[in-house]
């Protein structure tokens, strides 16, 4: 058995009596994201709790990562000197698989290439307890779908469509690697509580719409902002209609409007899902207990009452949509999207149809695409674009190739990918890409910004559902419609492609060989941590140093920056991501996009040892080696943007003692903590303007560090003066401790 029954088994004893308990306490009835959030409270914030007021502690039941950001979790959990993760996690290795020539040769070559990646990740799995899918798998979302999710419960994921899972009736949240290693050690995890959007969906869907044209419809109501720091809870008659994968499909792109995640509460679709997928202890577990893993029928019946905004979509009216291209909110109903595309002068040949990705990969997505292929294969037609499939998981894949799908696809000249991520994330050896022509793409998959999938800026992707996209391959044209259009045949007659079918849940079941899947050891004191010394991918971590029981002196301003400062100006992302699990050789991107308020320049601060002007990462790296430490001094919302651990682990590597800023990102503030630094910011913000070029920096006040006490900053201007001003901070006692013992996993290594 792949999934925790026992952990299961624990959450949902306890769940119905807290959620009774917190119904009690607040005297009303409750939506279902409220339900799962307060019972996963941790003790003490449930005690203190008022809802929409701060942030809280929460105790997720699972940890799910990807390849690409796992490797640093890890690197930053066995910093933490346990033996097992606190909570079931896995690890996934589906982002590093490059789409070239097809399933088969793409997964050999992305063996090699990142062997020694995959090799680590393995161990280290292995050694902690946790789940292992090997590449060729599948696609994180769909794999924890498939296995892991469960109605009622809470998790958080190192990827941004964990939220996926909200399909399966669970708050999945996706998050930065620090936090990943805050639930797998088994401390609390901090979460703003998000304001609740209810879309309440009536009606049915038919013909050519699908659950996919739900969330590009709600997209383009809420638009690529509209959702930030909310939650979408979907209910109504209409949500009990759609199957589960297509539950997940929209909770999936709810991550492309922002919003923190989006949830359906329990039915019979997410019944029927648990038993075909092997786990009919958790669907009776669940149905025993189904009135508590949805909103209160009180909330449903005055959702205005409840809920800060309420959407309403009949899905009998809802017509296919194609968003896009650059941006996934820009949504155009299928019979408008003809003249949109001539209207706009979007190029009208479709180059490449490609469907899956863990948006739409499930066995009900294939055979609806299936269907349109059966149709073409029928009535003599083949794609007329390139045209790519990618199954969302090994599962899949072998289910669908035993009931001839795959074939179907081949047999119109499609290609079939690994089960991986590929071109979604830009894992695309696109033929002719590098020369920048302005073309046309159709996807299924959830993001289409510029240059996502191929790297070339005029690339116009446009997503849509995998039996839409399938048929505007066959067509070859943007300005087709299925609805109304006919094609030509290789015979030169009129055809046309009739309603998509598809089928729930296979017939015969589903079915693997080999899953993919490495259980972590029984017993794992013999088993080694493979990392190459000389590997300029991976590298142990060293723990930070702890404080030495003193002021800061003499410290040096590293870089002042001016203006706008989010977690990509400070650890940029592109070519540095191969860098993710080696801490030195990414520290390299350090600040290198921060704008130096001396000179108006990027990556260009003077260093006072030499007098030279260089970039930020070198100046840093020779201050650290004279064993001087230094000072960022930042402007407002200091750290905005993706929680990106790396942002605040490499100032620390690279000898940075404090950030100084005018206001924080609240996530970013966290992390600095975590990794032992000072996060400052000026009590009267004029003060930015006080600090010099050539300022000798101390900080007075750290034997006295205590919660709410401001600290003082003394500057040594070079012409002799000085000048001392306040500054606060948002420690509490225990981030005190973190910072006197170095970072926050040192504090957790001295307990064990
Ligand atoms: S398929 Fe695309 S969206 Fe999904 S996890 Fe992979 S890269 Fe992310």
């Not at 046309?440 to 191929?454: E, L, V």
């Not at 706008?564 to 070519?575: E, F, L, R, V, Y």
Request: contains cysteine; hydrophobic residues 35%; aromatic residues 8%.
């Amino acid at each position: 058995m792949i999934f925790d029954l026992e952990m299961i088994q624990r959450a949902y004893a306890a769940y119905s009596e807290k959620v009774e308990w917190i119904r009690k306490s607040v005297g009303k009835p409750l939506t279902l994201t409220e339900k799962i959030l307060y019972s996963h409270l941790t003790e003490p914030a449930l005690k203190a709790y008022e809802r929409g007021k701060d942030y809280a502690n929460f105790n997720p039941d699972r940890v799910a990562m990807q390849d690409a950001t796992a490797q640093m979790a890890l690197l930053q959990f066995m910093q933490a000197g346990k033996n097992r993760v606190a909570v079931p996690s896995t690890v996934h290795c589906d982002h590093l698989i490059q789409a070239k020539s097809g399933a088969k040769t793409d997964l050999t070559i992305a063996n090699e290439t990142n062997k020694e990646v995959y090799n680590f990740l393995s161990s280290v799995s292995n050694k902690y307890g946790i789940g292992f899918w090997k590449p060729g798998a599948g696609i994180i979302h769909q794999v924890v779908l498939e296995n892991y999710a469960f109605p009622g419960g809470m998790m958080v994921g190192t990827d941004s469509h964990t939220v996926n899972a909200g399909g399966l009736g669970m708050v999945a949240i996706g998050v930065g690697g620090a936090d990943a290693v805050d639930v797998m050690t088994g401390m609390p995890w901090e979460l703003k509580f998000p304001k609740l959007i209810g879309v309440k969906l009536t009606g049915k869907m038919s013909g050519w719409t699908s659950a996919k044209d739900i969330i590009l419809k709600v997209a383009g109501i809420l638009t690529v902002k509209g959702g930030t720091g909310c939650i979408l809870e979907y209910f109504g008659e209409g949500a009990t209609t759609i199957s589960c994968t297509g539950k997940g499909t929209i909770c999936n792109m709810g991550a492309e409007i922002g919003a923190t995640t989006s949830i359906f509460g329990y039915d019979q679709k997410m019944d029927d899902y648990l038993r075909g997928t092997d786990r009919k202890e958790v669907a009776s577990m669940a149905d025993k207990i189904m009135n508590e893993l949805t909103g209160d029928t009180k909330v449903y019946e005055n959702p205005e009452t409840y809920f800060d905004q309420v959407i309403e979509i009949d899905l009998s009216q809802l017509e296919p949509h194609i968003n896009g291209p650059f941006t996934p909110d820009l949504a155009t109903p299928l019979s408008e999207f003809s003249v949109t595309v001539k209207k706009n002068g979007w190029p009208e040949k479709l180059e490449v149809g490609l469907i899956g990705s863990c948006t739409n990969s499930s066995y009900e997505d294939l055979t609806r695409a299936a269907s349109i292929a059966e149709q073409a294969i029928e009535k003599n037609l083949s794609v007329k674009s390139e045209y790519t499939v990618t199954p969302g998981s090994e599962q899949v894949r072998y289910t669908a190739e035993r009931d001839g799908l795959l074939n179907k696809f081949e047999k119109i000249g499609g290609v079939v990918l690994a089960n991986a991520c590929g071109p979604c994330i830009g894992q695309w050896a696109r033929h002719g890409a590098d020369k920048k022509e302005k073309n046309s793409i159709m996807t299924s998959f959830n993001r289409n910004f510029a240059k996502r999938n191929d790297g070339n800026p005029n690339t116009h992707a446009f997503v849509a559902s995998p039996e839409l996209t399938t048929a505007f391959a066959i067509a070859g044209s943007l300005s087709f419609n299925p609805v109304t259009d006919f094609l030509t045949n290789e015979k030169g007659e009129k055809v046309k492609l009739e309603e998509p079918k598809g089928i729930e849940m296979p017939p015969l079941g589903f079915e693997v060989k080999d899953a993919g899947y490495q259980a972590p050891a029984e017993d794992s004191s013999s088993v080694e941590i493979k990392v190459n010394p000389a590997s300029d991918r991976l590298q142990l971590l060293e723990p930070f140093a702890p404080w030495n029981g003193e002021d800061l002196k003499g410290l040096r301003l590293l870089i002042k920056a001016k203006g706008k400062c989010t977690t990509d100006h400070i650890s940029m992302a592109g070519p540095w991501l191969k860098y993710r699990g080696h801490l030195d050789n990414i520290s390299d991107n350090l600040l290198i996009g921060a704008v130096n308020y001396f000179n108006d320049k990027t990556n260009k601060i003077k260093n006072f040892l030499n007098g030279d002007y260089r970039e930020v990462p070198s100046v840093a790296r020779a201050y650290k080696e004279k064993g001087i430490g230094t000072v960022i001094v930042g402007d407002e919302n200091y750290g905005e943007g993706s929680s990106r651990e790396h942002a605040a682990m490499e100032p620390r590597h690279l000898g940075v003692k404090v950030v100084l800023v005018r206001s924080f990102a609240r996530i970013h503030e966290t992390n600095l903590k975590k990794q032992g630094m000072l996060a400052l910011s000026f009590v009267n913000k004029a003060d930015y303007d006080k600090i010099r070029e050539d300022d000798l920096i101390d900080i007075v006040g750290l034997t006295e560090f205590a919660p709410g006490k401001n600290l003082t900053v003394r500057l040594k201007h070079s012409d002799g003066s000085t000048e001392e001003f306040e500054t606060a901070h948002s420690y509490n006692e225990n981030q005190i401790d973190w910072f006197r013992a170095g970072s926050a996993l040192n504090t957790i290594h001295k307990r064990q």
